[in-house]
Structure formats: structure tokens, C-alpha cells
């Protein structure tokens, strides 16, 4: 049969055209031709059909394929511009940490530096103290050395006198009359202690307490 021998030829890929084109030898007893041209011309179009939904899909997909493509290429970027950012957000935290660390050793620094130069401020004065505690005890210990010394030169100088009184008053005294001597000499005696407080107060200044 006419149809079964199509099935069977050319395995060769038909266009609708070439399938409406199709020309069939005639034999006796053969297939309606015009039920066989209807049924050619319902196929080509089903095939022309399918060849415009295929070649739709084929544009379809390739537009798909690069949609696809630029929305890699973008997501890529993203990720790139994402790590560049937690990066720079490391970066970022890392520089932090360094800066709080610089301020606190910074902070320790000074409080040290503080300390320190409080500590010499302190030693300072405290040497400062003890060396005006030292003047002074030398300058009072001085002036007492001083003193004692005056006061020692000017006893010595007032009991010598005294010996030197004393022995011209017993050269002086009259023999015949003890009583009138003796008297002289103890008026003499008291005088002569007068005298010597009173030389012993204008010695010692009027800052020194007086004999009373």
C-alpha cells in the first residue's frame, strides 16, 4: 500500500511544504486521493506547528539561557562585592580592636607616667623636708653650740672677775677692825652679784630670759 510504503522510504526530514507537495503514483484500487491530500495537509500543519512551537522554545530557551547567564554574572558580582564588604567589615573590626588596644595601652602609659612622676614628686619633697629638717637641727645646733660656748666664755669671764673682786676687797679690808671688814666685804659681795646680773642680762640680749 501507498501508505505503508511511505512509512517505510526515505527517512529524510520533510518540510510541511514538501509533505502538501507530495506527489503519489496511482494504482488501480488505491486510496482516495483527496482524503489522502486532507490528511497530508492536517499533518504538515501539526508538524508546521510543532516546528514554530520548537523553534519558539529554542528562542525561548536560549533568552532563558541568558537571563540565566547575566543573573550568574550579577549574582557572582554580588558575592564578590559581599566578601569585598566582610572584608572591609574585618578589616574594619580588626583596625577597632587595634585602635581600642593603642587607647589602653595609651591610658596605662599615662596612668604610669603619672604615677612615676607623682612617686618623684613625692621623693622630692620628702628629700626636700629632710633637708630643711637637717639645716634647721644644724642651724639650731649651732646656735645652741654657739651659745653654750658664749655663755661658758662669759662665766668664766664673770667667776674670774669674781676671784679678782674678792681678793682686791681682802687686800683692801683693815686689819684692826674685823666686824667693819667683814661687812664691807659682804656689801661688796652683793654689789658685785648686782653687778653681774645685770651684765648677764645685757650679754644675753632682750630675747633671753633675765635673772630674776
Known amino acids: 500500500m501507498t501508505?505503508?510504503?511511505?512509512?517505510?522510504?526515505?527517512?529524510?526530514?520533510?518540510t510541511p511544504d514538501q509533505i502538501r507537495s507530495e506527489v503519489f503514483r496511482r494504482?488501480?484500487?488505491g486510496l482516495d486521493p483527496n482524503k489522502v491530500f486532507s490528511y497530508l495537509d492536517v499533518l504538515a500543519d501539526q508538524v508546521q506547528d510543532t516546528a514554530?512551537?520548537?523553534?519558539?522554545s529554542r528562542a525561548e530557551n536560549e533568552r532563558l539561557q541568558d537571563e540565566l547567564r547575566r543573573t550568574r554574572s550579577e549574582l557572582q558580582r554580588v558575592q564578590a562585592e559581599l566578601d569585598e564588604y566582610e572584608q572591609?567589615?574585618?578589616?574594619?573590626?580588626?583596625?577597632?580592636?587595634?585602635?581600642?588596644?593603642?587607647?589602653?595601652?595609651?591610658?596605662?602609659?599615662?596612668?604610669?607616667?603619672?604615677?612615676?612622676?607623682?612617686r618623684e614628686r613625692i621623693g622630692q619633697a620628702r628629700a626636700h623636708e629632710r633637708r630643711i629638717v637637717e639645716e634647721a637641727m644644724d642651724t639650731a645646733g649651732q646656735q645652741v653650740r654657739s651659745y653654750a660656748?658664749?655663755?661658758q666664755l662669759r662665766m668664766q669671764s664673770i667667776v674670774d672677775?669674781?676671784?679678782?673682786?674678792i681678793e682686791r676687797l681682802?687686800?683692801?679690808?683693815?686689819?684692826?677692825?674685823?666686824?667693819?671688814?667683814?661687812?664691807?666685804?659682804?656689801?661688796?659681795?652683793f654689789d658685785d652679784m648686782s653687778d653681774w646680773q645685770l651684765r648677764l642680762r645685757n650679754e644675753r640680749?632682750?630675747?633671753?630670759?633675765?635673772?630674776?
Not at 92 to 115: C, G, K, T
Open 88 to 118: 572591609a567589615g574585618d578589616r574594619v573590626n580588626d583596625q577597632i580592636v587595634q585602635l581600642f588596644s593603642e587607647a589602653q595601652l595609651v591610658a596605662e602609659e599615662m596612668v604610669q607616667d603619672v604615677s612615676r612622676d607623682a
Open 161 to 165: 672677775s669674781f676671784g679678782t673682786e
Open 27 to 29: 494504482r488501480m484500487r
Open 170 to 189: 681682802g687686800n683692801e679690808a683693815s686689819p684692826g677692825d674685823p666686824g667693819s671688814a667683814a661687812r664691807h666685804q659682804k656689801d661688796a659681795w
Open 205 to 212: 640680749g632682750p630675747e633671753s630670759p633675765g635673772l630674776a
Open 52 to 56: 514554530e512551537d520548537l523553534s519558539t
Open 149 to 151: 660656748q658664749s655663755a
Open 3 to 14: 501508505h505503508t510504503s511511505r512509512r517505510h522510504g526515505s527517512r529524510q526530514h520533510q
